[in-house]
């Protein structure tokens, strides 16, 4: 069971400019990463996803987060959908079943 699971569906944080959106989305994932009560799990939905591609400027941040035992989950209908054919850089394919298993089984989910 996940105790906190955060959920990200989009590429920016918030509405608006889209360069103050990457660049919130940039710090919270980095206050996340240096938070010493990290989420067990980041679930990644619609254009969300292309922060796990190669072409994600936080590539570097999520690969931190996932070696420090927080599971990436990407929806794969979303990654087909919205990456074409890029594949993960980080971070795993998942689908909805598990997604809905993890959110209602989980005590705090956070949505971005």
């Known amino acids: 069971m996940y105790r906190h699971v955060i959920i990200i ?5 918030g509405r608006g400019d889209e360069g103050v959106g990457q660049t919130l989305l940039g710090t919270f994932l980095r206050k996340v990463l240096a938070h010493p009560d ?3 799990a980041i679930v990644f939905y619609n254009s ?10 936080y590539l570097d941040i999520l690969d931190a987060l996932e070696r420090s035992g927080v599971e990436l989950l990407a929806c794969g209908t979303c990654v087909y959908k919205v990456c074409g054919q890029h594949s993960l850089a980080v971070g795993r394919i998942s689908n909805m079943d598990e997604i809905t298993d993890i959110i209602i089984g989980t005590s705090k989910v956070i949505t971005l």
Do not use: C, E, F, I
């Open 48 to 57: 969300g996803v292309k922060l796990l591609t190669r072409q994600s400027y």
């Open 9 to 13: 569906n989009s590429d920016t944080l």
């Open 38 to 40: 990290r989420p067990d």
